[in-house]
């Protein structure tokens, strides 16, 4: 099993989002995004494959050109079809979109208590949830018109949480820093204790979540000592099985930190997994697949220096998009991975 085509090291535009790809001409270490410090940084590829944009930058051209887009230290939530959303530890400064991202709307209601963000998905055009840090009250916040007005969950953990998602319009889940599992039935509104846990207390220092269906998700945190864990989570029979765990090591021996952001990982149109996450001390990222039963990885491309900003994948048609952070505090680069016949 393998993918089919590799972007190593180049920045990628899309004059046709599935068939063809340009090299920039712009070096591939140009600024996309600006000067950061560990501020997680959004990718969002829009629905019509027209629109891209990070945290701070926009294109209108498939990623041919980038401009200001004027999301400052904002972390790009998610999107569907047109609609996306912007979040911020700023809480006067929230926003969403209805037109790819051409033009963003401030929030009328903000959410209430938020302190940090640590996971966004918008699943419609309509129903979106977050999770994070909450100053007081439950951890987790809700949308029902698309970002315009939040609200924060009436019940659910108080412990800070790591990641959230969606499975339909009603059903979804989130995993707290004890590695317990939650569920929504409301879309948001309320969640309960499953009863499941990961068995992995002190995994907070990256984590993703993707749901495979209302019953089934795909979880994967890391520690401060190295270890990457990946889990397989069904509900109904209430199994928590650990798919892959694994230490990576620097050149001198010792533990290499793991980093990947609450939206690094995607189910692609081909129905495979993807994740990206990053190493400091290795200075670099791998890219993971798995297709339901077997998985596979493989290095994608070193960085010049500790990467800082938080890996994001998205996803459109035969290709993922991976921002790759490049340089401490320094912006990532844009790469574009043919995933078609995996």
Not at 16 to 43: A, R
Not at 259 to 268: E, K, Q, W
Request: with cysteine; charged share 15%.
């Amino acid at each position: 099993m393998a993918f089919k085509t590799w972007a190593d090291g180049e920045v990628l535009y899309a004059a046709d989002l599935n068939t063809n790809f340009v090299v920039s001409t712009k070096s591939k270490y140009t600024k996309y995004i600006s000067d950061t410090n560990e501020v997680d940084e959004g990718l969002i590829i829009f629905g019509n494959g027209t629109h891209w944009s990070t945290t701070d930058k926009i294109s209108t051209d498939s990623g041919a050109t980038w401009s200001a887009g004027g999301f400052g230290n904002k972390g790009l939530a998610s999107v569907s079809g047109a609609n996306g959303i912007a979040l911020t530890s700023d809480v006067s400064n929230q926003d969403y979109t209805t037109d790819s991202g051409v033009t963003w709307t401030q929030a009328s209601t903000f959410t209430p208590n938020y302190t940090a963000i640590a996971g966004v998905h918008l699943f419609s055009s309509t129903i979106g949830v977050a999770c994070g840090v909450s100053s007081s009250g439950v951890s987790a916040w809700y949308t029902a018109d698309g970002g315009d007005n939040w609200a924060q969950s009436a019940t659910g953990p108080t412990a800070n949480t790591n990641a959230i998602q969606m499975a339909s319009a009603t059903i979804g889940y989130m995993v707290d820093v004890s590695g317990n599992i939650w569920k929504t039935t409301n879309a948001g509104a309320d969640w309960t204790d499953t009863g499941d846990n990961t068995g992995s207390t002190s995994y907070y220092q990256g984590c993703g979540i993707v749901c495979i269906d209302t019953d089934t998700i795909i979880y994967l945190m890391s520690n401060t000592t190295g270890i990457c864990k990946i889990f397989h989570y069904v509900n109904s029979t209430n199994t928590v099985r650990n798919l892959l765990e694994f230490i990576l090591t620097d050149h001198s021996g010792g533990a290499t930190n793991l980093t990947f952001s609450g939206n690094s990982i995607v189910v692609a149109d081909n129905g495979n997994i993807y994740w990206i996450l990053s190493s400091e001390e290795q200075k670099g990222c791998w890219l993971f697949m798995w297709d339901g039963t077997n998985l596979n990885q493989r290095w994608l491309v070193g960085t010049e220096a500790t990467p800082d900003p938080e890996p994001y994948v998205a996803t459109y048609g035969d290709f993922i998009y991976v921002n790759l952070p490049i340089y401490a505090s320094d912006g990532v680069q844009i790469v574009a991975i043919d995933v078609r016949g995996d």
